[in-house]
C-alpha cells in the first residue's frame, strides 16, 4: 500500500495564478482533509470530506476550493493563488474504529510558495 | 470551536533527562487525543494516544495522561536522547476532526 500521496511535492506560483494539489489514498478511508502548517504553527484545517461526493469547510476555508468525485482523490484548488497562501499543505485521511476514533494517516505533503 | 493551548513552544534539555509536553483543549465532547513528532521536512507521525475513557497510556519511554475534568493532557518522554529533538504536536479530536496545537520543539542535548 502507497497509503497517502500527495502531488506535486513542491510548486512555485506568481500572484494570481491558480494550480490543484491532488491527494490520493489506497486504504479505502471514507474521510479525507487538507491542511495548511506555517512556521511556528499546528495544522489547520482547511477543509475536509466525509465522504465521496462531500465537502465541508474548515478552519481556513477562504481561497481554497476543494472537491472529492472519487473516494481514493480529493483535490484542493486555488483559483488566484495569494503570497498569503505560502505554506506547506497536507493532506491526511482516516476511517472510524469500532469505538468511533479516527486515527489520522498523512501525506508526505506539498510545499507551497506564492511570490 | 475546539482550542488546543499547548505549552512549552520551545524545550531543550539534556540527553537522559525528562521531557513534558502540556495541552489544555476547551470542547468536553472530544474523545481523542493523538500526540504527533514532526522532523524537519517531514510529515507529522503518530507517536501515542489517548482515548477519553483512559487517564494513562505507555509506550516505552512515552506516555501521555488525561485529565478529563481539567481539560488537559500531558506527553511525557522520559531518557531523552538526540534522535528525539523534533517538533511535537498535541491535538484533540471528536467525530473524525481534529484540532492541533501549535507544537513544541524540542531539542534534546547530548
Known amino acids: 500500500n502507497a497509503g497517502v500521496t500527495q502531488t506535486p511535492k513542491f510548486r512555485v506560483l506568481k500572484t494570481g495564478q491558480s494550480m490543484t494539489l491532488l491527494c490520493a489514498q489506497d486504504?479505502?478511508?471514507?474521510?479525507m482533509y487538507w491542511y495548511r502548517q506555517d512556521p511556528g504553527m499546528g495544522l489547520r484545517l482547511i477543509h475536509y470530506s466525509v465522504g465521496e461526493g462531500t465537502t465541508a469547510k474548515g478552519e481556513v476555508p477562504d481561497g481554497y476550493n476543494v472537491s472529492r468525485l472519487k473516494k481514493q482523490n480529493f483535490l484542493l484548488g486555488l483559483e488566484s493563488a495569494a503570497p498569503s497562501q505560502t505554506s506547506v499543505y497536507f493532506c491526511?485521511?482516516?476511517?472510524?474504529?469500532?469505538?468511533?476514533?479516527?486515527?489520522?494517516?498523512f501525506g508526505p505533503g506539498t510545499r507551497l510558495t506564492v511570490t | 470551536g475546539e482550542n488546543v493551548e499547548q505549552h512549552p513552544s520551545t524545550l531543550s534539555v539534556q540527553e537522559g533527562d525528562s521531557a513534558v509536553i502540556k495541552c489544555t483543549y476547551s470542547d468536553s465532547a472530544s474523545n481523542y487525543f493523538p500526540w504527533y513528532k514532526q522532523e524537519l521536512g517531514k510529515r507529522p507521525q503518530l507517536i501515542i494516544d489517548i482515548r477519553s475513557n483512559v487517564g494513562e497510556k505507555k509506550d516505552q519511554r512515552i506516555a501521555v495522561t488525561l485529565n478529563k475534568t481539567a481539560k488537559h493532557f500531558s506527553l511525557h518522554i522520559t531518557e531523552t536522547q538526540p534522535e528525539d529533538s523534533a517538533v511535537y504536536f498535541c491535538a484533540a479530536s471528536r467525530a473524525g476532526k481534529s484540532t492541533f496545537g501549535d507544537g513544541t520543539t524540542l531539542t534534546v542535548k547530548p
Open positions: 491526511a485521511s482516516s476511517f472510524p474504529d469500532r469505538a468511533l476514533i479516527y486515527e489520522q494517516y
Open positions: 486504504m479505502n478511508h471514507e474521510y
